[in-house]
T-cell receptor
Framework: GEDVEQSLFLSVREGDSSVINCTYT??????LYWYKQEPGAGLQLLTY?????DMKQDQRLTVLLNKKDKHLSLRIADTQTGDSAIYFC?????????????FGQGTTLQVKP | EAQVTQNPRYLITVTGKKLTVTCSQN?????MSWYRQDPGLGLRQIYY???????DKGDVPEGYKVSRKEKRNFPLILESPSPNQTSLYFC???FGSGIYNEQFFGPGTRLTVL
């Protein structure tokens, strides 16, 4: 079945770039998402990419998709302390039309001043 | 303001005491879903509903019930809560279940079962 994997923790200094990585297994066309969860808050959709695209840029965020390796990354340029949060990679499950999002474990991003 | 609301936001209860977590959306969405979030596991789907009176099990439905009597509401019911249901719960909604439909999430309900 579908599976999404992420590393659990990343620490960067303020002003550096952060790169959060994710791998997925579904080989069919789908949407891939990045969500941000700040402490005590719900999930905020940051950006998404369709699986036939290679890259998407939105201000400080760049999403790169390597379809051959089923590897997705989120790059945050000029990382700020306000970017400290848990970041979830997710893919939309295509089988069974359940509407289910399959989430990775979440990567905790720590930004040091 | 378009939103998904959940109540309560925090709940501490004891084993076996029935509880209901409410979820409501004001976007006229047909599709609604419940997830639970546990450390190191991400979010897993508990139940989902394609429309009024249409519900189905997700990946981890044991110990939970849902109902969808109205389009806007999708309550999660724990008939006899147990400590392994201590978790952070999220409700989500979207226009449909297809891959083109963005899901909107509620703020979460943190449940502790003693």
């Amino acid at each position: 079945g579908e599976d999404v994997e992420q590393s659990l923790f990343l620490s960067v200094r303020e002003g550096d770039s952060s790169v959060i990585n994710c791998t997925y297994t579904d080989s069919s066309s789908t949407y891939l998402y990045w969500y941000k969860q700040e402490p005590g808050a719900g999930l905020q959709l940051l950006t998404y990419i369709f699986s036939n695209m290679d890259m998407k840029q939105d201000q400080r965020l760049t999403v790169l998709l390597n379809k051959k390796d089923k590897h997705l990354s989120l790059r945050i340029a000029d990382t700020q302390t306000g970017d400290s949060a848990i970041y979830f990679c997710a893919e939309k499950c295509r089988s069974g039309n359940t509407g289910k999002l399959i989430f990775g474990q979440g990567t905790t991003l720590q930004v040091k001043p | 303001e378009a939103q998904v609301t959940q109540n309560p936001r925090y709940l501490i209860t004891v084993t076996g005491k029935k509880l209901t977590v409410t979820c409501s959306q004001n976007m006229n969405h047909e599709y609604m879903s419940w997830y639970r979030q546990d450390p190191g596991l991400g979010l897993r789907q508990i139940y989902y509903s394609m429309n009024v009176e249409v519900t189905d099990k997700g990946d981890v439905p044991e110990g939970y019930k849902v109902s969808r009597k109205e389009k806007r509401n999708f309550p999660l019911i724990l008939e006899s809560p147990s400590p392994n249901q201590t978790s952070l719960y999220f409700c989500a909604s979207s226009f449909g279940s297809g891959i083109y439909n963005e899901q909107f999430f509620g703020p979460g309900t943190r449940l502790t079962v003693l």
